[in-house]
């Protein structure tokens, strides 16, 4: 099992459409959680962190479940301008390395 | 605020010609450093890491190697360069011990012919 795993997608949505994406991870020992937003042929950008109580920021909200060991993104009221692929990192509790997902691409369509 | 600087955007480079990537990291004092690469349609591979001056931490055996001759400059290398060279090469900070957020570099986007 990969340590962080998340859906590939694509997710193909309409303009207005609610979407919710997971990252699963192995290491329960994981103490921090953060979503990052990629661009094509652009650098990931810090999207949220995600903290044990949840975390919204506009349309984004971001959700732990330690018992389940995932993280979720969900994008309310999606634009076209979300269209990316969106990240998921996860660090063990000490560590000076995150883990990446692989991402989960999503299209927002007119 | 903090800026993350990387240089150059894109390069072109033969089979086994020398490497030079460089980073440099503006408005903030010991941060740990890093280097990825992601190749096309891929996931982000770590390659190197640095909690401090000439700290280098190698997460993936190859033709590559790292240093970091100042606090906020991290140098990416190669005396040889291999086709599977090729992809998107980031430079990302973070703060603290464990590590927080990271943020990333414009990125180098290099081409091995």
């Known amino acids: 099992r990969k340590e962080v795993e998340q859906d590939p997608g694509p997710f193909n949505v309409p303009e207005g459409a609610t979407v919710a994406f997971n990252c699963t991870y192995s290491?329960?020992?994981?103490?921090?959680f953060f979503w990052y937003r990629q661009d094509c042929r652009k650098e990931p950008k810090l999207l949220m962190s995600?903290?044990?109580s949840g975390n919204e920021d506009g349309r984004f909200t971001a959700q732990l479940n330690r018992a389940s060991q995932y993280i979720s993104l969900l994008i309310r009221d999606s634009k076209l301008s979300d269209s990316a692929t969106y990240l998921c990192a996860v660090n063990i509790g000490g560590s000076y390395i995150p883990t990446f997902g692989r991402g989960t691409s999503l299209i927002v369509h007119p | 605020s903090q800026t993350i600087h990387q240089w150059p955007a894109t390069l072109v480079q033969p089979v086994g010609s020398p490497l030079s990537l460089e980073c440099t990291v503006e408005g903030t004092s010991n941060p740990n450093l890093y280097w990825y690469r992601q190749a096309a349609g891929r996931g982000l591979q770590l390659l190197f890491y640095?909690?401090?001056?000439?700290?280098i931490s190698s997460e993936v055996p190859q033709n590559l190697s790292a240093s970091r001759p100042q606090d906020r400059q991290f140098i990416l290398s190669s005396k040889k360069l291999l086709l599977s060279d090729s992809g998107f090469y980031l430079c990302?900070?973070?703060?603290?011990?464990?590590?927080?957020?990271?943020?990333f570099g414009p990125g180098t986007r290099l081409t091995v012919t």
């Open positions: 995600v903290y044990s």
């Open positions: 290491n329960s020992a994981s103490q921090s």
């Open positions: 640095s909690v401090g001056i000439g700290q």
């Open positions: 990302a900070w973070s703060l603290g011990h464990p590590a927080a957020e990271q943020y």
